[in-house]
């Protein structure tokens, strides 16, 4: 009988006295209710929260100990550093993935998506700090040979090229994703050092120019991606929560 009705399908007075069930569920409230996006990430927050934070304080420390060493000899590796507060969030951006666990997240009613965009945000928040604290650091260090202005420039197109790369990794749920992150932030803290060796001029005050230019570009990137992130998240309820 079972063969049978696998290959019939559900009978359409079942399927009827079943739907019929779920509204009366539904209308009772034993259903649960819908998530805002701030208590989910209030949520989110409290389980994942610790461990970004904690990787990008991390990831702050080294970069003010590389800093601190090689401000006198090579200040214009720092561009170069700033990847490292990108690559610091990947671990656990991907880690249900990682862990085989995306089914049990799933099973918060949450999507894939839905949890990568909270995490975004806790992300870009520690991220903020991490970057206006080294922006501060920077500023008292002695014989500054850029302006303010520049040496936001150096440091924000290096950050927002890489989180451009690695979301964009992320979003398409690519099987590799993890290592093309870490590729990606490679890839651009290479190029920003290898500028710094071979390529001093781009770091002048005539260069600015080109920078604003790979700002717009960088941040039209980042920008994309989170718009197509928000985009395909939709259509499917945050975690449920009781009633």
């Not at 290959?7 to 209308?27: I, Y």
């Amino acid at each position: 009988p079972w063969k049978k009705a696998l290959r019939t399908g559900p009978a359409s007075q079942r399927l009827a006295q079943t739907q019929k069930l779920c509204r009366a569920l539904a209308e009772q409230g034993g259903a649960g209710r819908r998530m805002g996006f701030g208590e989910f990430l209030r949520e989110t927050a409290r389980y994942a929260g610790p461990r970004l934070w904690g990787t990008q304080a991390l990831a702050l420390l080294a970069v003010c100990i590389m800093l601190f060493s090689l401000w006198e000899q090579f200040p214009s590796y720092l561009p170069g550093m700033m990847p490292l507060f990108v690559l610091a969030c990947v671990p656990e951006m991907l880690r249900g993935r990682t862990w085989g666990m995306e089914e049990m997240e799933a099973a918060t009613r949450a999507s894939t998506l839905q949890l990568i965009l909270a995490k975004l945000v806790l992300a870009g928040t520690a991220n903020l700090m991490c970057l206006t604290l080294t922006l501060l650091c920077v500023l008292q260090m002695p014989d500054l040979p850029w302006r303010v202005a520049q040496l936001a420039l150096y440091m924000t197109v290096p950050f927002l090229g890489s989180a451009a790369l690695a979301l964009c990794s992320i979003r398409t749920g690519h099987r590799r994703a993890q290592t093309a992150c870490v590729a990606a932030c490679a890839g651009v803290s290479l190029l920003c050092l290898s500028c710094a060796l071979w390529l001093p001029q781009v770091y002048e005050l005539s260069a600015t120019g080109l920078w604003v230019l790979a700002l717009l570009a960088s941040g039209a990137g980042l920008g994309k991606e989170v718009y197509r992130l928000a985009a395909e998240r939709k259509g499917s309820a945050f975690g449920g929560a009781e009633t």
